[in-house]
């Protein structure tokens, strides 16, 4: 098991370079010039020199080494053109609020949508499976950002419930959590119905039916457990999937975190924070597909299985 952890571990390596690499590059090519856009008024020598302190006046090739040995071996990824402020402190500063709006929109979605797709899958082609379906068709199809504009207009305006924008306490989290996480339930409902089905119709099931055990012991002890496979799978592709929503929704709330930070970033062309922004969230991203990866292995039996059977072939052949 710790040689499948490390092994994982050891692919985040060239996906994280390859990333930075990338968005560098984009950044690099990109037309405008951030020196010119902060200092129209300045003279060539004076734009020169501001581009000598900011770390741009080299070439391609050495600007990349520069700002690649600095984000992996100093953990830099530089400043900000427009505040000059350390990128890294300003994202770990904001990223608690998006990883709380992304955390309780998790909750949100795995404690309604797993019941919603086990009542679906237990009560198949019923009259309620179809509506739940129905209602998952509604989830995805609708638009986070459009979803988030109507509750603000009925809860916060119409019916002055909860708060409309800003940080605070947990009600200010619990519109952009509702907006963030509805496609996430819809999701978790439509996945957990197909493997409650799936496992339903399995044999060994059936087999235990025939034993004469009840219904909630088959659920409980045999059904769910082996559901969870796929749907370990699938909620970390949902979390980062709901961190990335994180940004859209906190521009419509006004949550200062790393998506009010990444936008503003991108509307003042500053690139430093740009590309500091997309690295820090692919190595978030990166982490919770190894957090399932090591998850999934605890849980699937066949990842064990496989990884015994290697060790024991090098142990005979030794």
């Known amino acids: 098991m710790a040689r499948y952890i490390v092994s994982r571990f050891l692919w985040l390596i060239p996906t994280l370079i390859g990333v930075t690499i990338l968005i560098f590059t984009i950044m690099y090519f990109i037309p405008g010039d951030p020196v010119s856009i902060m200092m129209p008024g300045a003279t060539q020598e004076e734009q020169d020199m501001a581009r000598e302190l900011m770390g741009l006046s080299g070439g391609y090739l050495e600007r990349l080494w520069h700002y690649v040995s600095g984000a992996f071996f100093r953990l830099d990824l530089g400043r900000s053109y427009q505040t000059g402020s350390v990128v890294t402190a300003d ?30 899958a237990l009560n198949h082609n019923s009259l309620g499976d179809r509506s739940a379906m129905l209602v998952a068709i509604f989830g995805v ?6 979803l988030a504009i109507l509750l603000v207009l009925l809860f916060a305006f119409r019916l002055r419930l909860l708060p409309p924008f800003g940080i605070g306490g947990i009600q200010y989290y619990i519109l952009p959590a509702i907006a963030n996480c509805f496609a996430s339930v819809a999701g978790f409902a439509r996945q957990t119905r ?11 099931v059936t087999t235990v039916r025939a034993k004469g055990v009840s219904e909630r012991s088959v659920l409980w002890s045999h059904i769910i457990p082996n559901s969870l496979i796929p749907i370990i799978t699938y909620a970390g592709t ?25 936008v503003n970033a ?37 990842i064990k299985a496989r990884y015994e059977i290697k060790r024991e072939k090098r142990t005979n052949a030794a």
Do not use: H
Request: net charge neutral; proline share 6%.
């Open 91 to 120: 994202l770990l500063a904001r990223f608690p609020r998006t990883l709380m709006l992304a955390v309780v929109s998790m909750i949100l979605a795995v404690v309604i949508g797993m019941p919603l797709g086990i009542a679906a």
């Open 141 to 146: 199809s609708m638009p986070p950002f459009w």
């Open 194 to 204: 197909s493997s409650v089905l799936e496992c339903i119709r399995a044999e060994y």
């Open 238 to 262: 949902q979390f980062s999937k709901l961190l990335a929503g994180a940004i859209v929704i906190e521009n419509v709330f006004s949550i200062p975190g790393i998506g009010v930070y990444m």
């Open 266 to 302: 991108i509307n003042k062309r500053d690139y430093g924070a740009v590309q500091g922004a997309v690295i820090f969230s692919s190595l978030v991203f990166c982490l919770l597909m190894l957090a399932v990866d090591i998850i999934y292995a605890y849980v699937d039996p066949r």
